[in-house]
């Protein structure tokens, strides 16, 4: 025996609206439980710095030049 056409077409219907309500249930549920703070204004103004190392080259004279090679 077969469902008529109707009361397949209901229960179809039924399944959608149920899924529907439950996606917008848990939608407004992860809406409310998450934390907003991007409206929220900064006190503290952002910033980079970049530390670099410092390197300082000398010129040798040619005698401690000639020493070093030896």
């Known amino acids: 025996m077969t469902r008529s056409n109707s009361?397949?077409?209901l229960r179809r219907a039924y399944e959608h609206l149920v899924a529907g309500v439950a996606a917008i249930a848990l939608t407004a549920l992860v809406l409310v439980s998450?934390?907003?703070?991007?409206?929220?204004a900064r006190s503290v103004t952002p910033s980079v710095s970049i530390l670099v190392p410092t390197v300082t080259i000398e010129s040798l004279d040619d005698a401690t030049a000639q020493s070093v090679s030896e």
């Open 34 to 40: 998450v934390e907003t703070h991007a409206a929220t």
């Open 7 to 9: 009361a397949f077409m």
